[in-house]
């Protein structure tokens, strides 16, 4: 079983910043397949990035991903204040999802 | 455009089993470009992945609830369900269904979640 660990686990920052957030897994994953998502609290997820950096309908193109092998990023390139929430990554679909980083206001 | 709707009870007595259903909307469950899953998240913590379903019928589970889910899907009434035995209060979560698509393995779609309390 592939295990995702994201980092760091909670991220400060204020609007307007950068922020870049990392999944490793324990093995090679395929780029095609790896995934990330938001939460907002209260709210179900959404899904940001596929294939590792291919942005889904209507996600800003604010958000980036990149990566291959077993390290992923998820790039906010200016965090606005609806950015604020958790985000997930998760490989193949059918499998657990990585721990998750809280991004928050500094 | 597809939409996901759990629906089943909100109280489960531990050692029973929890059962509940996601109702799709504006697509077929059959279609091949699909695949349905759940997924839960006890309070104040992440998400965990329950198991998935495609259209051949293949399940895949969580090795750590593998022993007591099943997922099933009722073409007849364009739903899927989720079976999960022996209850306890760790089950206590929001339930959510989803629907990936096939080509990125993905979850696009998902239910807005259903809380489900195990307690007697």
């Known amino acids: 079983e592939i295990v995702l660990t994201q980092s760091p686990g909670t991220l400060s920052l204020s609007p307007g910043e950068r922020a870049t957030l990392s999944c490793r897994a324990s093995q090679s994953v395929s780029s095609s397949y790896l995934a990330w998502y938001q939460q907002k609290p209260g709210q179900a997820p959404r899904l940001l990035i596929y294939g590792a950096s291919s942005r889904a309908t209507g996600i800003p193109d604010r958000f980036s991903g990149s990566g291959s092998g077993t390290d992923f990023t998820l790039t906010i390139s200016r965090l606005e204040p609806e950015d604020f929430a958790v985000y997930y990554c998760q490989q193949y679909g059918s499998s657990p999802f990585g721990g998750g980083t809280k991004v928050e206001i500094k | 455009q597809l939409q996901l709707q759990e629906s089943g009870p909100g109280l489960v007595k531990p050692s029973e089993t929890l059962s509940l259903t996601c109702t799709v909307s504006g697509g077929s469950i059959s279609s091949s470009s699909y695949y349905w899953g759940w997924i839960r998240q006890p309070p104040g913590k992440g998400l965990e992945w329950i198991g998935s379903i495609y259209y051949s019928g293949s399940t895949y589970y969580n090795p750590s609830l593998k022993s007591r889910v099943t997922i099933s899907v009722d073409t007849s009434k364009n739903q899927f369900s989720l079976k999960l035995s022996s209850v306890t209060a760790a089950d206590t979560a929001v339930y959510y269904c989803?629907?990936?698509?096939?080509?990125?393995?993905?979850?696009?779609?998902w239910g807005q979640g259903t809380t489900v309390t195990v307690s007697s």
């Open positions: 989803a629907s990936g698509v096939l080509r990125f393995l993905a979850m696009d779609v």
